[in-house]
T-cell receptor, first 109, second 114 residues
Framework: GQNIDQPTEMTATEGAIVQINCTYQTSGFNGLFWYQQHAGEAPTFLSYNVLDGLEEKGRFSSFLSRSKGYSYLLLKELQMKDSASYLCAVRDSNYQLIWGAGTKLIIKP | IAGITQAPTSQILAAGRRMTLRCTQDMRHNAMYWYRQDLGLGLRLIHYSNTAGTTGKGEVPDGYSVSRANTDDFPLTLASAVPSQTSVYFC?????????????FGAGSRLTVL
């Protein structure tokens, strides 16, 4: 079966750095996505990786290793507004998105 | 403001009743999707439409139907609601052309079936 694994919950301190990991086992691979979802709101797009390596976008970076079935989202200079759930999703060989259950990130002052 | 509008925002429904969740987008996106989100689970695709006039089944289609009469509207109907359909429902769209094919989501419809 297809599976996306990410930690259920993480806690970090304001101003610090946090890394949220995502491992996947899917039927084929056509890209990996990270979305942010604040409580009670819709998911919003953060990043897209299709090739191995690091994609940097401001305070957020996303890394992909296709051979290891692994990605991480790196958040720097954490702010209270970064408290949210972070969803990892992989597009499989049929171009269907497989979603992880999300990682709830709690930021403490 | 361009985006996706869902209605209703929330609804409490008696089991056995029929319910339609509305979804309208103004971005002229070709593809539209309905997902449900349940605690502890990833988003699960119910139905999708790659273009107006076509629809397809997702991972959890049973008990749901959709139609895509035009580009903008993609309603989701529960013919006879059951308690297991209690969930938050998200409509999403994408232009279907770019490599990333990023999804834009509506604000969600919270449905409780009693």
């Amino acid at each position: 079966g297809q599976n996306i694994d990410q930690p259920t919950e993480m806690t970090a301190t304001e101003g610090a750095i946090v890394q949220i990991n995502c491992t996947y086992q899917t039927s084929g691979f056509n890209g990996l996505f990270w979305y942010q979802q604040h409580a009670g709101e819709a998911p919003t797009f953060l990043s897209y990786n299709v090739l191995d390596g690091l994609e940097e976008k401001g305070r957020f970076s996303s890394f992909l290793s296709r051979s290891k079935g692994y990605s991480y989202l790196l958040l720097k200079e954490l702010q209270m507004k970064d408290s949210a759930s972070y969803l990892c999703a992989v597009r499989d060989s049929n171009y269907q998105l497989i979603w992880g259950a999300g990682t709830k990130l709690i930021i403490k002052p | 403001i361009a985006g996706i509008t869902q209605a209703p925002t929330s609804q409490i429904l008696a089991a056995g009743r029929r319910m339609t969740l509305r979804c309208t987008q103004d971005m002229r996106h070709n593809a539209m999707y309905w997902y449900r989100q349940d605690l502890g689970l990833g988003l699960r695709l119910i139905h999708y439409s790659n273009t107006a006039g076509t629809t397809g089944k997702g991972e959890v289609p049973d008990g749901y139907s959709v139609s895509r009469a035009n580009t903008d509207d993609f309603p989701l109907t529960l013919a006879s609601a059951v308690p297991s359909q209690t969930s938050v429902y998200f409509c999403a769209s994408s232009d279907g052309h770019s490599g990333a094919n990023v999804l834009t989501f509506g604000a969600g419809s919270r449905l409780t079936v009693l």
